[in-house]
């Protein structure tokens, strides 16, 4: 199993500002992953966070918006960057551990996001 | 490529009532099966899984069979109760070069006493 501590866990921003949001999981995961959920929505994948490489990035997401750190195999961050209105969401840090029959995806409780 | 479709909310039932929350996907060789809850206000849980054809996950009342022939996963408890009142996600893990847990839409449900 694993445990994700997500931070914040909400946050209101202004227009044209970043926030970073930070996960860290209390075992070492190869693979640690981004995703949004926009309100009433269904989660959608932002990025793949490898450690010692870049984050792989889904369709309609990209580097300069949603920047990701990968220090070790323990802790991620997700940056999004001169936000607007249009990034209010739930924003999630998902893990996947083991494999086969013991394979399960963990996530963190969230950093719901208000830009005003 | 994978996905998963799963039918389109909102569900209300009445309490004690039957649930079956149809969920079908498209994957190359045998993914990982899953169904997660999110209660109002709350993070993700997974309320079952499957690793195989013919598996039958179960949990809370809830099970779901992995139908390789149909491509589905259809959640399903013989007597709703209120506090059942959440949105329920189907999702697959295809265990490749390229991880990733695909989500089906979610589908939200309603239990009134």
């Known amino acids: 199993s694993a445990v994700i501590s997500q931070k914040p866990s909400r946050d209101i921003c202004q227009r044209g500002t970043s926030l970073t949001i930070q996960c860290q999981v209390d075992?070492?995961?190869?693979?640690m992953f981004w995703y949004r959920q926009q309100p009433g929505q269904s989660l959608t994948l932002i990025a793949t966070?490898?450690?010692?490489?870049?984050?792989?990035?889904e369709s309609g997401f990209v580097i300069d918006k949603f920047p990701i750190s990968r220090p070790n195999l323990t802790f991620s961050t997700l940056t999004v960057s001169n936000m607007s209105p249009e990034d209010s969401s739930i924003y999630l840090c998902?893990?996947?551990?083991?494999?086969?029959?013991?394979?399960?995806?963990?996530f963190g409780q969230g950093t719901r996001l208000t830009v005003v | 490529g994978n996905s998963v479709t799963q039918m389109e909310g909102p569900v209300t039932l009445s309490e004690e009532a039957f649930l079956t929350i149809n969920c079908t996907y498209t994957?190359?060789?045998?993914?990982?099966l899953f169904w997660y809850v999110q209660y109002p206000g709350e993070g993700l849980q997974l309320l079952l899984k499957?690793?195989?054809?013919?598996d039958k996950g179960s949990n809370k009342g809830f099970e779901a069979t992995y139908r390789k022939e149909t491509t589905s996963f259809h959640l399903e408890k013989g007597s709703v109760q209120v506090s059942d009142s959440a949105v329920y996600f189907c999702?697959?893990?295809?265990?490749?070069?390229?991880?990733?847990?695909?989500f089906g839409p979610g589908t939200s449900l309603s239990v009134i006493p």
């Open positions: 998902s893990v996947v551990t083991d494999g086969g029959v013991h394979t399960e995806a963990f």
């Open positions: 999702a697959l893990f295809r265990e490749t070069s390229y991880d990733k847990v695909i």
């Open positions: 966070a490898n450690q010692g490489s870049e984050a792989t990035y």
């Open positions: 075992s070492q995961v190869t693979m």
């Open positions: 499957a690793t195989k054809a013919d």
């Open positions: 994957a190359t060789g045998y993914p990982s």
